[in-house]
Nanobody, 125 residues
């Protein structure tokens, strides 16, 4: 069971980035996939989640309307499209996975058992 996140980098305020997280080792289509982030000195926080149905998503209030989570089960990949980035979005971004039933979403760190290694996003001029 492995998750590999990528796509981070340095971007100016107002810019965009797309993060990817590729999974291997189990049935990706049965997983809920989440994105979290952790800024220096702060706890890891929930950003977005997508359930087994691609229409079942949820976002933290701080990113709603700017970030979009999606998944491609054929590629075993979950994406996080980040638009209108702000300096306060600077953090290490982590993807996470867990088994879930069709209608359920998970939004807390403790509910996920599988984590990627993180990718740094820095928003600065």
């Amino acid at each position: 069971v492995q998750l590999q996140a990528s796509g981070g980098g340095l971007v100016q305020p107002g810019g965009s980035l797309r993060l990817s997280c590729v999974a291997s080792g189990w049935s990706f289509s049965r997983q809920c996939m989440g994105w979290f982030r952790q800024a220096p000195g702060k706890e890891r926080e929930f950003i977005a989640v997508i359930g087994r149905s691609t229409s079942n998503t949820d976002y933290a209030a701080s990113v709603k309307g700017r970030f979009t989570i999606s998944r491609d089960n054929g590629k075993k990949t979950v994406y996080l499209q980040m638009n209108s980035l702000k300096p306060e979005d600077t953090a290490v971004y982590y993807c996470a996975a867990r088994d879930c039933i069709m209608t359920v979403l998970y939004r807390t760190v403790s509910e996920y058992g599988n984590w990627g290694q993180g990718t740094q996003v820095t928003v600065s001029s």
